[in-house]
């Protein structure tokens, strides 16, 4: 869809123009009440559901949506019920305008130039979006991590278009750790001589080298130790059951975790013996994290890790309310349902019930779970039944239309 | 000191010849029973106490050993009683022989060829170090981290030689998550362009780069998340208390924590008002980070980190039976304290307890102090009174010869 209007941004900048990426499942009825918006998270997009088909109406190979567990016909979200939209975020790398693309005022790719964009920036795009699809009210918005966190900003800046919000892993703001850790990918990224101060597209390169490190440091935060020590403990390389997987699409064989800037061919490490070795492989976690980050470093945007964890950053619903979480969420209207992961120490369960305490300070009708899942922050992107559980209650009970 | 005999190391590989640096506190007595050997952990030295003089006969600045808060006149570690060993490791880059000397063989600097070294390497030179000094029994073995790991590892390999070890912010061996921070900050170093595959010495550079990032992620693990939060929390650049410090040398003024690289100056912000940034310094605890980057990157040897990490990495005194601790503990007849601190997640509680609990398994006389501290794994430099409390009647009563 595209937008002539300019938007003005958190930060005072506007987008003249831009374009935003997104998919619908399901039917919007006549009265266009049973529209479900879902947010995205760090590094996914508008593919929220099914899979794509190939020229000769085959499956493509790894197409199927990042939250293909929850939503379709017959899933949680049903999409036989539900109206479901996907929509790719301003900044992204996945269709939408980003700093890949041509700033239309110069005429080269913005880089870096690309304006900072915030959670209430995306929300406002969304609500634009909405508007053209005629679409007043939804009947819920829901969304993961950063996702949960334009779900909450939904029921504050738009409390009468959302019926119901469905916050999962979130919180209401980011603790010092949180920015340390998006810190120490961004300088990854921004110190990689191949990035050029952000200009790198005119150089033909990728600041792949920052971008393996902060994914390597995203996926270490993503995981719950437990299911670290489960599943890799203290392996070395090619112990390890290859056909297993954890978290997020960890489809890695290990042996493709080869980073040919450690400058050495590896060699298979006999079990329970050393290679003693520092810049090769020697335990399974080691080539699952450089498999990872190779892979993202293929396909992820650099100025739009930038940009994305910028967001995580500065959202802060209380901060203008003296750092008062209550009265922040005063304005929403909103019923709620939130969910958070025993494990999860990115976004630990006590961040979900400040949100909870604040909405219960303000009578608002709330639902809260707390699943007791190993597998960490990732579990919001797993099929664990007890969760998927409580969300298809939700929406089969409250939500209905 | 310097050997001349070779010394074998567990890889296989095998050390001509070397140097270690150390120092002593206080005086041995007649039978040579008040030796207490501290070992060391990632980024530390021999100098473990007091200070140095300039030559003018004033005390130089920040030149306070690492330890001075347990170790000297009077202190629990008391060197009026006690004579104190501090010794720096082999591949250390404080003095003793590592990567950034040449090797006697070659007549290059060892560089990426300084062979891999474990704590049991560490032990044997330790032990060598005190043969030379004449003493066969250590009244104790002390250290923190790494150093504790080392402590335990002299109760193993030299069981009739240490009557009491003390380890403190330890563990039987790494986590899958431990070993993936390092292998992240590792792998930080290694892809920077002037690693040069570990031999950039030849070439006049550094890879500051990659030793910045490494630092960064230490740092965060070094901390709670909860003192993070007390003390910088989301408190944008210079509304801090300047003068404040946490953890680990802090002493870094917040307008000092600039990385060139970001490529602009850095303007003061206005107290809760965001710049809409993304490489520029935006959040105190952004600007504590780079300048712990900056300050390691500038002394601190890219090879050295490799090979300590990577001997944390290793150390692992269950491995040889099937992972029993109890068994593998069964070797050791020192008494041991051990301490630990409730938000130290880098080496858990829990990590102590298992050390614990397989030296009741054997029988051994154990003591245990689990601090409730808020500084996470940096407790165990700083001067908390009920640690400190503890070391001193430990010292006082079971170790006092």
């Known amino acids: 869809m595209h ?21 619908t499942y399901g039917t919007l009825n006549v009265d266009k ?87 209430q920036d995306w929300v406002s795009a969304q609500a634009r979006l909405l508007d053209v699809m005629g679409i007043q009210t939804l009947a819920a918005v829901m969304g993961g991590s950063l996702g949960g966190m334009q779900a909450l900003g939904w029921t504050l800046q738009y409390p009468d278009r959302v019926r119901h919000a469905v916050v999962v892993a979130s919180a209401p703001n980011l603790t010092a750790e949180n920015i340390a850790f998006n810190e ?34 995203g996926h270490i935060t993503y995981l719950s130790d437990d299911v670290m020590n489960e599943k890799f403990g203290r392996q070395l390389r ?12 960890c489809e890695a064989p290990p042996q493709a975790g080869v980073d040919a800037s450690a400058g050495s061919a590896l060699q298979p490490a006999k079990r329970d013996a050393y290679k ?3 810049q090769e492989i020697e ?9 990872q980050g190779d892979k993202f470093a293929e396909y992820f945007d650099a100025n739009t890790y930038l940009l994305i964890t910028r967001a995580l950053d500065y959202f802060d619903p209380a901060s203008e309310f003296g750092g008062d979480l209550s009265r922040a969420l005063a304005k929403a209207r909103a019923k709620f349902l939130l969910v958070s992961f025993t494990t999860d120490w990115r976004f630990s369960p006590a ?23 190993p597998h960490g922050h990732d579990a919001f992107l797993l099929d664990d039944a007890r969760y998927i559980g409580v969300v298809r209650s939700y929406f089969k009970s409250k939500v209905a239309v």
Chains 1, 2 share one sequence.
């Open 238 to 249: 090619q112990t390890v059951d290859l056909q297993s997987s954890v978290g997020e699409p």
């Open 351 to 373: 961040r979900s019930r400040e949100i909870v305490k604040a909405l219960l300070d303000n009578q608002r009708d709330v639902s809260y779970a707390e699943i007791d899942a």
């Open 283 to 291: 335990f399974e976690i080691e080539s699952y994290l450089r498999y």
């Open 3 to 23: 937008f002539d209007e300019p938007l003005l941004l958190q930060s005072g900048a506007s987008i003249r123009a831009y374009d935003l990426s997104y998919e």
């Open 33 to 119: 009440s049973n529209a479900v918006l879902i947010c995205h998270a760090l590094n996914a997009s508008h593919h929220v559901a099914g899979v794509y088909l190939d020229e000769t109406g085959h499956v493509k190979d790894k197409s199927e949506g990042w939250w293909d567990s929850m939503i379709g016909p017959g899933k949680p979200v049903d999409t036989d019920q539900f109206f479901v939209i996907g929509v790719n975020n301003l900044g992204s790398c996945f269709g939408s305008t980003g700093p890949m693309q041509v700033n239309p005022d110069t005429n080269e790719v913005y880089g870096a130039n690309f304006p900072v964009v915030t959670v």
């Open 276 to 278: 003693y070795t520092t």
């Open 184 to 217: 120490v990918a961004r300088r990854a990224i921004v110190t990689d001589p191949d990035f050029h101060g952000g200009h790198f597209y005119r150089y033909g390169v990728l600041p792949k080298r920052g971008l393996r490190i902060a994914r390597m440091i």
